[in-house]
């Protein structure tokens, strides 16, 4: 099973590098760690420690953070690009 689910999640790695990029894909690997602590709570009936909490909240912000920045790169990107199509159906106006 453990060799089943790894190459499930090396094959939706690969998918999700070849849409978004790398940077998705390694802002999401510390997720793994928070999801694998939720069901040790829930199936094994571990102690969840202030830490762990803690923890989880600063990579769930710092995730937050990467998804922030990237749509406001991608956002200044498609502008960018925009007013190089403008300057370029202006010269070729004035031509």
């Given at each position: 099973q453990g060799v089943g689910v790894s190459g499930i999640g090396y094959v939706l790695m690969?998918?999700?590098?070849?849409k978004r990029g790398p940077v998705f894909t390694a802002g999401f690997l510390p997720l793994i760690q928070i999801i694998a602590g939720v069901l040790d709570l829930l199936v094994l009936h571990e102690q969840l420690y202030v830490g762990s909490v803690v923890g989880a909240a600063l990579v769930i912000g710092g995730l937050y953070l990467l998804l922030w920045g990237k749509s406001k790169e991608a956002s200044s990107a498609a502008i960018l690009?925009?007013?190089?199509?403008?300057?370029?159906?202006?010269t070729q106006e004035n031509l």
């Open positions: 690969t998918w999700c590098i070849e690009s925009e007013k190089g199509l403008e300057e370029d159906k202006e």
